[in-house]
């Protein structure tokens, strides 16, 4: 690839939230790939995991067999002079495996190759994302579960790469089969050969990110989220204003009644009220007596006329 080539990438907040495209340090990304270097490194890696411990016994440390089994002649049979000897059952081994070191030396500038040869190689499947720096304040497993599916690489093999050793990260996807999380400064070859998405913090690569010129370039992945939810969502404010309807009616039934009741104690209204029955009671015992005062009248003529 040419010098010229520009990597752009889309940048996460920590919460997960994609932001903008940026564009990777030009001196690490450039676009070169040395396939025969990486196969060194990783080589070189997988030995240097060997422990070396396979170890078997010759018949010089095989316990026994000092005295000659049988005579050397005259028996028939084979002449022996140890049970030690790697033609008994239990006897000693003949070039066998014994203890020693697997590993292989790689120079520090192959191994700088080796590893930015990776990096590009993930740039150019479009498998590196950015993100902001990571602060977790206690190790949460399910917090780190979250962030990788708004990443939208969740089931993926993912590496996640923090700027220094950040102990709550690390514990966080420590039990997350298809997550690892390492230093940028101690990742290796094989791991991110091993990766499928590479994530790096964005002050691991050293000072602020340039924006990208094309905004317009689509984000790689997206989480959809289902519909159910949604549905779900948009019926709880309808199921909520239902409820409040009739208490509602209720809540304006009562504010009538209490001002109808108060209306009733105030004093004005009472003595109208007492007036209203007076009068009433007036009317009803002036009918019942004036009857009483006619039949009084009619009695008493008679007696002027007798005198």
Do not use: C
């Amino acid at each position: 690839m040419s010098e010229s080539t520009k990597f752009s990438v889309t940048s996460y907040t920590a919460a997960g939230k994609a932001q903008q495209q940026v564009t990777l340090p030009a001196d690490l990304f450039d676009g070169t790939v040395n396939m025969p270097v990486m196969h060194q490194a990783v080589k070189a890696y997988l030995a240097n995991r060997r422990q070396g411990n396979a170890a078997t016994k010759t018949r010089g440390f095989v316990v026994g067999g000092n005295q000659k089994p049988w005579k050397q002649k005259g028996t028939g049979r084979a002449r022996a002079g140890s049970r030690r000897a790697p033609t008994f059952v239990g006897g000693g081994t003949v070039f066998g495996p014994s203890p020693r070191s697997y590993a292989e030396y790689v120079p520090r500038q192959v191994r700088a190759l080796a590893r930015k040869s990776a990096l590009n190689a993930r740039a150019r499947e479009n498998a590196i994302i950015v993100i902001e720096p990571l602060d977790f304040d206690a190790p949460k497993t399910n917090r780190m579960r979250d962030l990788l599916a708004s990443l939208g690489v969740d089931g993926s093999k993912v590496l996640l790469l923090t700027d220094g050793a950040k102990p709550n990260v690390y514990l966080s996807g420590r039990n997350i089969p298809w997550a690892h999380v390492l230093p940028y400064t101690d990742v290796s070859t094989y791991h991110i050969l091993w990766s499928d998405v590479v994530v790096i913090e964005a002050t691991a690569l050293g000072g602020e990110l340039e924006r990208s010129e094309d905004q317009s370039a689509p984000v790689r992945r997206t989480v959809k989220k289902p519909a159910s939810k949604a549905k779900s969502a948009d019926k709880a404010p309808r199921k909520a204003a239902t409820k409040k309807a009739p208490a509602a009616r209720k809540s304006a039934e009562k504010s009538s009644g209490s001002k109808a009741a108060k209306a009733a104690r105030s004093p004005a209204k009472r003595a109208t009220a007492k007036r209203a029955t007076a009068s009433a009671a007036g009317g009803k015992t002036a009918k019942k007596t004036a009857p009483k005062k006619s039949a009084a009248k009619k009695k008493s003529a008679p007696k002027k006329k007798g005198r």
